[in-house]
C-alpha cells in the first residue's frame, strides 16, 4: 500500500476553504475525577466505587476532556522585499494539554518548518506557544503555552491494555476550522508495523490501528479509551491502496506507553535519546528474500556502515542482511525499529545476519542516535 504520514492542513490564510477540501485528495490524514478516599467514619459506597469503574458514555467523555483538546497553529513569520514582516500560517493541527504547566503533546509532522506557534484553545483563546522539543522518529513534538492558560489536561493511559474491537474516540480539528470534532470508533488491531518506514525518520512502529474518522488537521490529536484516558496519538491514515483505489476507515495512533516516555524525554531534555545502530539501510521482505535464494520472513539489507557508528565498530560490512535482534526475527509485522523500542543507548544486543551466504552473530553496543539525524529529518518536514 501507499503510504503517506498524516499531514497538518498547509494554507495560507487568504486560501480559500474549498482548496483546502480538494488537498482531501492528496493529503493523507493529518493531523479525573480525583480518587475519593473514606476518612474518619466515612464510607465509600461499594455502589458508588462500581458506578465509577464504569466505562463513560460518549457524551460524558467528551465533555470530561474537551477542554484539554487544542488546536496548534505552525506560523512562520517571513520578511517582504521591503523588510516587513508578514505572519504566514504554514498548517494547523491538534494537541492536548497533558499538564498544569501547559505541555502539549502534539505530531512533529504539525511544527515541522515553523518558527512561531499558537495555540487555539476550547474556549476560542488564541494563545502563543513554545517549542519545547521534536521526534522525528516518532512523530512527535511538545510544546508549552503559559500556565496560567491552562483549562484542563488530560492523562495518558496504558496502552498496553488495549484489545481489538475495544472502542474508542478521537478529538480533532479537521481542516484547522472544525474544532473539537469528535469521532468514534474501535480498535482495529494493536502493533501494527508495516509501513516500510526505515530511515531514521518517522519510524512508525508498534500502532494502534483504528476507525474513528480523522482527517486534514487531526494530526496530533488524542485518541481516548471509554475511561477519559488518552491512549494514543493521531498519526497516520492510509488513504488508497498502490493502484491508487480509494481505501476506509484505516487510522493509525502511536501508542500511549511511547508518548510518555518521549514527552517525559522532550520536556526534561528538548531532544530524544533513541538507540543507534549506525547503518543505512533498506527492508527486505520475504519475497524479495525469496528472489534472491533466501528463506526467512523478512530482514534489513545495509546499504552502507558509517566508519564512526556502532555497526562499523561491531563488525557489521555492507551488504550483509539483519535477520534478528537478541533472536528476535525481523519481519513486516515485526521491523526493526519496533523491536529497539525495547533498548536503550548504551545496551548489547546480538545481531544475527547473513554474510556471503552463511549465518553469523556478533554483538553490539547501541549508541545513541546523533542530534545531527534529528536536525535533518526536521529539514526534511
Not at 503517506?4 to 476553504?17: G, K
Not at 465533555?63 to 517582504?80: C, I, K, R
Not at 504566514?88 to 498544569?100: A, R, Y
Not at 557489521?316 to 525499529?337: C, F, K
Amino acid at each position: 500500500m501507499m503510504l503517506r504520514s498524516i499531514e497538518s492542513t498547509f494554507r495560507r490564510l487568504t486560501v480559500p476553504v474549498l482548496v483546502l477540501g480538494m488537498l482531501l485528495a492528496s493529503v493523507v490524514w493529518t493531523s479525573n475525577s480525583d480518587n475519593v478516599s473514606a476518612s474518619g467514619n466515612e464510607v465509600v459506597s461499594p455502589l458508588f466505587a462500581a458506578f465509577q469503574s464504569e466505562p463513560l458514555s460518549v457524551v460524558d467523555l467528551v465533555e470530561e476532556v474537551n477542554p484539554a483538546v487544542v488546536t496548534v497553529h505552525n506560523l512562520s513569520v517571513l520578511e517582504d522585499a521591503f523588510g516587513s514582516e508578514q505572519t504566514i500560517q504554514q498548517g494547523t493541527g491538534t494537541g492536548f494539554v497533558i499538564d498544569e504547566e501547559g505541555h502539549i503533546v502534539t505530531n512533529w509532522h504539525v511544527v515541522s518548518g515553523g518558527n512561531e506557534f499558537a495555540v487555539a484553545m476550547f474556549d476560542g483563546n488564541l494563545v502563543e506557544a513554545e517549542l519545547i522539543g521534536i521526534d522525528p522518529r516518532d512523530d512527535l513534538a511538545v510544546v508549552k503555552i503559559d500556565s496560567n492558560e491552562v483549562l484542563d489536561v488530560v492523562t495518558l493511559g496504558d496502552s498496553n491494555e488495549l484489545q481489538p474491537g475495544q472502542p474508542v474516540v478521537a478529538i480533532g480539528s479537521p481542516l484547522g476550522q472544525f474544532t473539537n470534532t469528535v469521532t468514534s470508533g474501535i480498535v482495529s488491531a494493536l502493533n501494527r508495523d508495516d509501513f516500510g518506514g526505515f530511515s531514521n525518520c518517522q519510524n512508525y512502529s508498534n500502532l494502534i490501528q483504528h476507525d474513528a474518522a480523522i482527517n486534514p488537521g487531526n494530526s496530533g490529536g488524542p485518541l481516548f479509551n471509554l475511561d477519559g484516558e488518552v491512549i494514543g496519538v493521531n498519526t497516520l491514515g492510509l488513504p488508497t491502496d498502490m493502484a491508487g483505489l480509494p481505501l476506509q476507515g484505516l487510522f493509525f495512533a502511536v501508542p500511549s506507553n511511547l508518548v510518555a516516555v518521549i514527552a517525559q524525554q522532550l520536556i526534561q531534555d528538548g531532544q530524544i535519546s533513541a538507540p543507534y545502530i549506525g547503518i543505512s539501510q533498506s527492508f527486505l521482505d520475504s519475497g524479495q528474500a525469496a528472489a534472491i535464494g533466501l528463506d526467512i520472513p523478512g530482514g534489513i539489507f545495509v546499504a552502507s556502515v558509517p566508519f564512526d557508528g556502532p555497526a562499523n565498530e561491531a563488525g557489521l560490512q555492507e551488504e550483509d542482511i539483519i535477520l534478528q535482534i537478541d533472536g528476535r526475527q525481523i519481519s513486516l509485522q515485526q521491523g526493526l525499529a519496533a523491536i529497539l523500542l525495547d533498548y536503550l543507548p548504551g545496551d548489547t544486543v546480538e545481531i544475527t545476519f547473513i554474510r556471503d551466504g552463511q549465518e553469523q552473530a556478533l554483538d553490539l553496543t547501541l549508541g545513541t542516535l546523533p542530534q545531527s539525524i534529528l536536525e535533518e529529518c526536521a529539514l526534511e518536514g
